[in-house]
DNA sequence: CTAGGGTTAG
């Protein structure tokens, strides 16, 4: 919702430059359901006024195409193109956002098939070609191919990888619990000479893996060194530190870091408060985490979705599924759009409450808000039944699950065995016992079998 | 117009 509501304000500031006589694109964004829709209008109404409209404004709009809805921006970028002999030219940067179009579509392919068609044109290949691509390798956990790129392959095209390409390395590295590598690259970077020296998000990167993997020692002397280096802390690193923090229920800590980062003149943003209301909650201290989510609204910091799921998973792990209801309740009326994970938590609140009515009253909900559930989702619904020794209600959900196309995994024949081990059917439990034996294949080779009393 | 941070888990 924040990101929507940020493309609305980025696709009313564009349409601000339409004169006001020609005032359509603000009423409608004004009035617009949604910020992709938003940017759409804008990006057709820029288009239709052809030469008048600078292709960086066309660009800026296609990138708020771009990040609500990919496969509509690669279409207008197709009628662009169309419009390009005598209206508009696209710009490096417009490949750009369209080879990041076709990477989050999960189609790298399509992606370097792209980059190839720029290097044909005789577009001089810039980092912002690359650094999509390198971004899609590192989603597919292949940083090492995308380290290879950055440190090969586009030198080879005289191409010279800048601090985003490196920084889209860092988190790769980082995302696959390599940070101490991350690290030694971002060494590299600042000894190199100045070629490309990292900045704040380059060591807030690192400092997060390093946070993240557990190594909270040469995480505080990563931040060291840059301070050292006269590099400023800024919202993201304060808030990377005291998600640390509350994440391992250290809140008097958390909350000195937060008093630093406002004594420094640091605002503390929607991310910074949601994690200090799940580190209060998740650390039994409501009435703090209350206080918090008070604090954000009256320093003009409007609580969204993350925030409030944290403050139910809270209340529905503590038997308060009545009350999270009622937030869930009151969020939906106030037009924020409730998430898979909000409807995780409150799915398994009613589960172990055993509120089976409210549960597929839930669910039936959110498969009417085009909500697709996964396999947590189902895997919740079938350990509900199954706990109230329901199983043939615990199957039924099973053969919905797969009928939706989801493969169940070792979670799912798992509650599905324990269940028909409480009602004493063994042959069943042994049956789903060898089914799951040679259609789950579990990394590690060891299945955790669950237990529901205690 | 590209890079970094927050929520769910048998």
Redesign the pocket.
Known sequence: M?RRVAARARARARAGGVPRSEGTIQDRARVGSGGAEDALDVFDELLRRGIGAPI?SL??AL?DVA?DNPAAAVSRFNRMARAGASMVTP?V??Y??LI?CCCSAGRLDLGFAALGHVVKKGFRVE??IF??LL?GLCADKRTDDAMDIVLRGMTELRCVP???SH??IL?GLCHENRSQEALELLHMMADDGGGCLP????Y??VI?GLL?EGDPDKAYATYREMLDRRILP????Y??II?AL??GQAMDKAMEVHDRMVNNGVTP????Y??LV?GFC?SGQLTEAIKFLEKMCSNGVEP????Y??LM?YLC?NGRCTEARKIFDSMVKRGLKP????Y??LL?GYAIEGALVEMHGLFDLMVQSDMQPDH?VF??LI?ASAKQGKIDEAMLVFSKMRQQGLKPN??T???LI?GYCKVTRMENALALFQEMSYKVTSKRGV????L?DK
């Open positions: 924040a960086r660009n800026g990138a990040r710009t940067h417009t750009g956002i990041g980092p912002i650094n999509p971004k800048n601090v985003f920084t889209i988190k900045n704040v998000v380059s807030s990167t997060d993240k800024n919202v993201v690193t808030s990377s998600a509350c994440k943003n929607c991310f910074t949601t994690s799940h998740s969204n979705v993350v925030t799921s944290s998973d792990k998430d898979i994970t909000t995780s938590s398994h947590y895997n919740t350990y070792c979670v024949y798992s509650t324990n299945t955790k079998i669950p529901y």
